[in-house]
């Protein structure tokens, strides 16, 4: 059980590491954010709470130095500068690293220690006169159920005593300091008053219900009453917890509240609940409360909602943990029910019965209605991604002497999460590319009349069933000259060849090409465009390059949605059936024994007057027979370039769930997979930019 | 200190009465102030306090409007609350007095803390 706590503890401070390192980033440009400051705050205070409660020490201990800092900066005392956020990043990466440490235990100490020096001699600047602990929230040590950290609403009952105005005791100074640890609901019981003419104007005949829900702890609440706990009456029941690991069942029903308040038994409860009408209202009624233990109840019941509504808002991005690997086996299971429901419509259909057709109908809506939320599950905003990229850029570019910001677009934009995961390195790679050799030094860029600042945009915008996303810089653009020499020098093109500019941009992602003059510990090495290149193409996507001298830089990569399923185009050669990405074909046309006598032996065709190459695939395959005396020619589009494939047969689009060929036969080339027919059979999911790579290197 | 002024004429009855509590109502006023409501109250059988020009209150004061809402209630006179004062709204959140229905003395629905209504 230790372990699901701690490793949910884990869970949580990652996803707050990030959150901190996005706020400290956005804290850089607007120093003065309170909002800001305030999540700091917030977020360090949780990871030191909950770091405590689980074992968690070194790493609560850490923290709490930090937050100390930030409590400094949230009071007003200390002002916000760079000096600060690039501690607190480098704090969070400790963090962060501590929390990789499996245990959290044997992380770097020493930089640890540096850190806090730095933090305390910003902090000790602000506030010389005050030592650092005494500064500190209370709580740190405490693990019992209510410390800090933890939120918990508490219902008081108080009592004062008759004579606690004598005692020289203001009540609603209490009152106040509850409100300070909290939010909190106060309502006054003023049944135990006297007349005019009864009451004795110098006692208290006043007692308050409070609904308070705080953080700070049990004892917090206790230290308000100190002054006054012999001479009153006290009750502090913690009534709900707010935490950030349960999810909080709904707010109590009011009776339910009355009921534990001890203001109804639960027979009386039931008699009135026995007639349905609004039951504070008939409790009434029936005599068996008074308004004012209702109207007590009733602020008990809206404070909780308040809270839980608090903390839904706080938890709208994400409400439900489930690990991966779940959503996997269901994504898995979906797909399995897809094949067999392929087959189910098959076999209905060849049957030729009614109501068998009817039943596979429904099962088929059914079907991908399940299909298309099993993978909506999946789906993840792409801004979780983007974020890290902020931190890079300001890492990188402050390496470099460079001023770059980073502008980001559709963060919005979802993908499917293992998509996400795999497009990371590549989009760090093509980052890296811009800032390093895409965006000039401020002294070049204003010496080419740009501003001093560079700027890296990244966007993401769905298109049909595919995400287009794009990173483009305001540097110098790519030089087609010196990529041209370059090529003709490794032997990629002939010295007289003629590229379009987009085939000559396209030689860049060749294998250990890099027109950089220096190699820098950023990139140009030259094992970078050819990596992301097959990195995308793995995803099934495309990666397309514009630029323009002095202008820019601009890359496209079009990555499908998911990876699961796939729509694609069925065509047979012979008996055998294969699978072409429908993202990929643009067009099917006929080939007749006539064309290919016309070509001459060369694997060319007239398609509105412009020549297509193609690519017989029944030779490729060695696949035996005769091929039919009209064959079809599927044309696809891969990286601006039309080929075509050759087929016996085009027999329609089809819903292709993806299974990964066993590891004999993973590389096998041309081939990305496999997947299962209607009937049973297995069809080959065709991997066209290998099969055009392979190809192209036959030609050369 | 605190000035207290009656409008109307001493002796008999009256249908309406004006008392008018400036300075402070706290709790070292408070016999004083009892005093003062207690023989308002008495001559008239419709008791409005004007507090618009209050100082200071605190819990105490509060207690005595309260008690003397009812005294009026159990004596089946009016008693009512005249004057916007922000020292007092605020003295009444303060200690959770304001509420949206009267508690179960408040036979004649005229509760001295309950919020003006705008939805009728």
Known sequence: MIDVHRQAFKEEAYELLSELETSLLELEETPDDADLIGRVFRAMHTIKGSGSMFGFDDIARFTHEVETIFDLVRNGKLAVDKKLVNLTLQARDQIKSMLDNSEGEGADLETSAEIIAGLRALGGAAAPAAPPAELSPPALAESLPGAAGEKVTYRIHFAPGRDIFAAGINPLYLLRELRELGHCNVVAQTRWFPSLAEIDPEACYVYWDVILTTDQGLNAIRDVFIFVEDDCELSVDPIAVHTAFHEQEEYKKLGEILLERGDITLQEMQEVLDQQTRFGELAVSRGVVTPDEVRSALVEQRHLKEAHQEKQNAEAASSIRVPAERLDVLVNLVGELVTVQARLSQTASLRGDADLAAIAEEVERLTAELRDSALNIRMLPIGSTFSKFKRLVRDLSGELGKEIELTTDGAETELDKTVIEKLNDPLVHLIRNSIDHGVELPEARLAAGKPRHGTVHLAAVHSGDSVLITIEDDGAGLDQEAIRAKAVERGLISSSAELSQKELFALIMAPGFSTAKKVSSVSGRGVGMDVVKRAIELLRGSIEISSARGEGTRILVRIPLTLAIIESLLVRIGADSFMLPLSLVDECVELTREDVANSHGRNLVRVRERLVPYIPLRERFSIPGEPPPIEQIVITQVSGQRVGFVVDQVVGEHQTVIKSLGRAYRNVEGISGATILGDGSVALILDIPQLLEAAELEEL | ?120
Do not use: Y
């Open chain 2, 1 to 120: 200190m605190d000035e207290m002024a009656t409008g109307g004429r001493d002796g008999q009855p009256q249908a309406k009465r004006t008392l008018k509590i400036s300075g402070g109502l706290t709790i070292s006023q408070a016999g004083e102030s009892r005093e003062k409501l207690l023989a308002a109250l008495t001559g008239t059988d419709e008791l409005e306090v004007d507090l618009s020009a209050l100082t200071e209150v605190d819990l105490s004061g509060l207690q005595l409007l309260c008690a003397a809402h009812r005294s009026a209630m159990q004596l089946g006179k009016r008693f009512r609350l005249l004057g916007d004062n922000e020292v007092l709204a605020k003295v009444v959140a303060d200690a959770g007095f304001q509420r949206h229905v009267g508690c179960d003395m408040d036979i004649t629905n005229s509760c001295i803390w309950v919020e003006e209504r705008t939805d009728g």
